[in-house]
């Protein structure tokens, strides 16, 4: 299937800002550009609280999260990790996002300013999201009123931090996490699969770019195979929470986010996986701008209900 007319448009509209790929610039640069887009996004919606914490790292380094609360009874706590390839992105471009789920998904969402690459080098990332998910489970029933699940989400990048994030949970024997939505995540440091040599995927994300974000993130190739990096690469996946994963039909991650669904699977995890037709990397994130996004949502809405909220935690 085609890429949708609303996702034409919007790269139409970004090669006409002169919009030009994170490789041939600088973190930096890119970080700025990157940013750009809050003024296409705008704001999410209105919230009951917003508050921000600030957690000490390794290194006595430090790093914001954003507590999200939606107006009316919040049924779970969600921690969000943001995408942008460990290198550019941070809570205030993703917050439109994070309000938006918060809303739908009736749920408190914990968004984290993890450290950048090059930076802060693998395992900086990883840890950061440990670090916030050890202090948000500590704090869910407060932050809800009352006893919730804990869901790690993250799209990208962060769509990996929260995988990490699960296996890194199990082997500490916890904090348990009652699920985890992982959307079109990075899995795998492999550039030869067929989404990535396949050219109607070369949009906002090509092989070159991934390619680019791995080297700021992880220069040696030689230890991308860890689980830590790459969690399809784990020896297993038994015992980990049930999944949510979404993919997008034109995207060069597609192969790994679908192949993490299957392993998760035939290591006796629930799964439910639905791939977007039509659809390009970063799709969800460009909520008031993308009609892909919002069904998006509209799909994780209903599946956490049936799926994940409808038994009290603690109890599957």
């Not at 024997?173 to 990535?196: E, K, M, S």
């Not at 669904?261 to 791939?275: I, N, W, Y």
């Amino acid at each position: 299937m085609a890429l949708d007319e609303a996702t034409t448009a919007y790269l139409a509209r970004v090669a006409q800002a002169g919009g030009r790929p994170v490789q041939e610039g600088t973190p930096q640069q890119a970080r700025v550009l990157y940013a750009a887009r809050r003024a296409l996004i705008g704001p999410g919606p209105e919230m009951a609280s917003v508050r921000e914490d600030v957690l000490a790292t390794a290194g006595d380094e430090q790093i914001r999260v954003r507590t999200l609360v939606p107006h009316g009874q919040v049924r779970a706590v969600i921690i969000y990790y943001h995408g942008g390839g460990w290198t550019i992105g941070d809570i205030d471009d993703f917050d439109a996002l994070g309000r938006t789920i918060a809303a739908r998904l009736r749920a408190a969402v914990i968004m984290v300013d993890y450290r950048l690459a090059p930076e802060h080098r693998y395992p900086a990332a990883v840890d950061d999201a440990m670090t916030a998910l050890n202090w948000a489970s500590g704090r869910a029933a407060g932050i809800a009123g009352h006893a919730v699940p804990l869901i790690v989400m993250g799209d990208s990048a962060g769509g990996n931090l929260a995988a990490v994030a699960t296996l890194r949970a199990r082997e500490a024997g916890g904090p348990r996490i009652d699920g985890q939505v992982l959307i079109y995540p990075v899995t795998d440091a492999d550039f030869g699969n067929a989404t990535y040599s396949d050219p109607d995927n070369r949009l906002v994300l090509s092989r070159e770019s991934m390619m680019w974000f791995w080297d700021q993130y992880l220069p040696d190739p030689a230890r991308r195979g860890e689980p830590d990096a790459s969690p399809l690469r784990a020896a297993s996946l038994a015992g980990l929470p049930p999944a949510i994963v979404l993919t997008a039909e034109h995207d060069v991650l597609r192969h790994e986010g679908e192949a993490y669904a299957e392993r998760l699977r035939a290591d006796g995890v629930p799964v439910t996986v639905r791939r977007f037709a039509g659809q390009m990397h970063g799709f969800v994130a460009l909520v008031t701008i993308l009609p892909g996004s919002a069904d998006a949502i509209d799909f994780l809405a209903d599946e956490l209900d049936a799926a994940l909220l409808a038994s009290p935690p603690g109890q599957r």
